[in-house]
C-alpha cells in the first residue's frame, strides 16, 4: 500500500457535528476500499478565489491514508457520486522527501533548545553577577 494525503472541501453551513460525519463518510470510503486512515486534519474555512457552483467558501480537510495504487481512481469515482464532498485532491506522498522533512524538523528542534538553554544560562550567569554587586562590600567603616 501507498501512501497518499487527499484535500477535501465540504461546502454548505457546515457545524462540527455536520463537519465530522462528512469526514467519516469520506474516511468510510477509503476503508470500503481496503485502506488505512493514518490521519485527519481540519485546516479551516477559506474563501474560494472565484464562485465555484454558486458557492463561495468551503472546509478544507487534510486526510492522510494508505491505499493500493490501482484503487485511487475509484475512491475518486466514489466522491463523484457522492454529494458529501465537494472538491477532492489526492496526491501521493513521498517517503524519501517526509523523512528529510522529519529531520530538518528535528534538527531544528535541537537548535532552538540549544539556544534556549545558552539564553537561560547567560540570563543565569547576568542574575549572579548582579547580586554579587549588589551586595554592599566590607569597608573600616561599617566594621
Known sequence: MNKYDGLYIFVGSV?????????????VEITRLNGNVIDSTVLGRKTFAHR?????????????????????????????LTGDVFRVQILAVDEKREAILE?????????EEAKAAAEAENAAQTAATSAVQDEPVATEENV
Open 52 to 80: 465555484m457552483k454558486k458557492k463561495d467558501s468551503g472546509v478544507y480537510v487534510k486526510v492522510r491514508f494508505e491505499l493500493e495504487p490501482d484503487k485511487v481512481k475509484a475512491l475518486i469515482a466514489r466522491y463523484h
Open 103 to 111: 529531520s530538518q524538523a528535528k534538527a531544528r528542534k535541537a537548535r
Open 15 to 27: 457545524k462540527d457535528e455536520a463537519l465530522d460525519k462528512q469526514i467519516e463518510k469520506a474516511t
